[in-house]
């Protein structure tokens, strides 16, 4: 009798033993969100590589501005001029020996010397009947290579 | 009946000149900038293709007078105050950094 109380309780023991592994095993499953936390490694990398190619075109930024206007300001001394934009804007610029300084010389040319796809400026009037006649016609001749 | 009919004459004539005066006033030069797309030194006209696409016929004869702008270098001293220039420049940190700088030289009277 008392073997089969003690066996029983062994096999309680064991089965209770057995059940709570069980448990445990079926515990398991929540490491599975490890696989997310890869994946939002794997977010984050591409993330990180728009931000290294955000810093590539600040570098690239430094690209060169063009302006016109009429010379507000010169100093020879300190090396820096002042730009007036025809909107009223001051630009503020340094210059060094190395900038290139160009004048551009006016002088007579005849029409047949204007190329095609050539930049111009033409004053013309609207004359009667839909026709512009032209009175003026300017051109900017390419300074050659080494020039 | 004869002041009158001077008077109407007067007015008629008047709403008549107007607007042929008006049309002489508004005659002013147009100006347009772009590039040369053809040019018929024959039928003597060109068209003039601006930056915006717009094309535009002008018709030139011997009066036309036709100027090129020569480069030459030039030193930093031999801009003028007022003068019109256009420059091409980098910001370097804070400061602007002029590269190449061109500037117009005014015709001498009668060239």
């Known amino acids: 009798?008392?073997?089969?109380?003690?066996?029983?309780?062994?096999?309680?023991?064991?089965?209770?033993?057995?059940?709570?592994?069980?448990?445990?095993?079926?515990?398991?499953p929540p490491a599975k969100p490890a696989a997310p936390a890869v994946a939002e490694a794997k977010k984050a990398a591409p993330a990180a590589k728009p931000a290294e190619a955000k810093a590539k075109p600040a570098e690239a930024?430094?690209?060169?501005?063009?302006?016109?206007?009429?010379?507000?300001?010169?100093?020879?001394?300190?090396n820096y001029l002042i730009l007036v934009t025809k909107e009223g804007k001051l630009i503020t610029a340094?210059?060094?020996?190395?900038?290139?300084?160009?004048?551009?010389v006016?002088?007579?040319a005849k029409?047949?010397?204007?190329?095609?796809?050539q930049s111009a400026a033409v004053t013309y009037n609207a004359g009667k009947g839909g026709k512009n006649i032209a009175t003026s016609v300017e051109y900017a001749v390419k300074a050659k290579k080494g020039e | 009946m004869g002041r009158n009919l001077?008077?109407?004459?007067?007015?008629?004539?008047?709403?008549?000149?107007?607007?042929a005066l008006a049309q002489e006033k508004k005659a002013k030069p147009l100006k347009v900038t772009g590039d040369v797309g053809l040019l018929d030194t024959e039928k003597n006209y060109m068209i003039v293709v601006t930056k915006e696409g717009k094309l535009v016929t002008v018709d030139f004869d011997q009066k036309t007078k036709v100027t090129k702008f020569v480069p030459g270098p030039a030193k930093m001293s031999d801009i003028g105050l007022g003068q019109a220039a256009s420059i091409t420049?980098?910001?370097?940190?804070?400061?602007?950094?002029?590269?190449?700088?061109?500037?117009?030289?005014?015709?001498?009277?009668?060239?």
């Not at chain 1, 340094?94 to 551009?104: C, H, I, M, S």
């Not at chain 1, 029409?111 to 796809?117: A, C």
Request: proline share 4%; glycine share 6%.
């Open chain 1, 94 to 104: 340094d210059f060094t020996g190395k900038t290139k300084v160009t004048k551009l």
């Open chain 1, 61 to 78: 930024k430094v690209k060169p501005v063009k302006a016109s206007g009429d010379v507000g300001l010169m100093d020879l001394e300190k």
């Open chain 2, 6 to 19: 001077t008077c109407a004459t007067v007015v008629l004539a008047f709403f008549l000149v107007a607007p």
């Open chain 1, 106 to 108: 006016p002088q007579p």
């Open chain 1, 111 to 117: 029409m047949s010397d204007i190329n095609l796809g």
């Open chain 1, 1 to 28: 009798m008392n073997n089969l109380l003690s066996i029983t309780g062994v096999v309680l023991v064991i089965f209770a033993l057995s059940s709570c592994a069980l448990e445990q095993e079926k515990v398991a």
């Open chain 2, 89 to 111: 420049y980098k910001q370097a940190g804070d400061k602007n950094v002029i590269d190449v700088l061109e500037f117009k030289v005014k015709a001498k009277k009668g060239e």
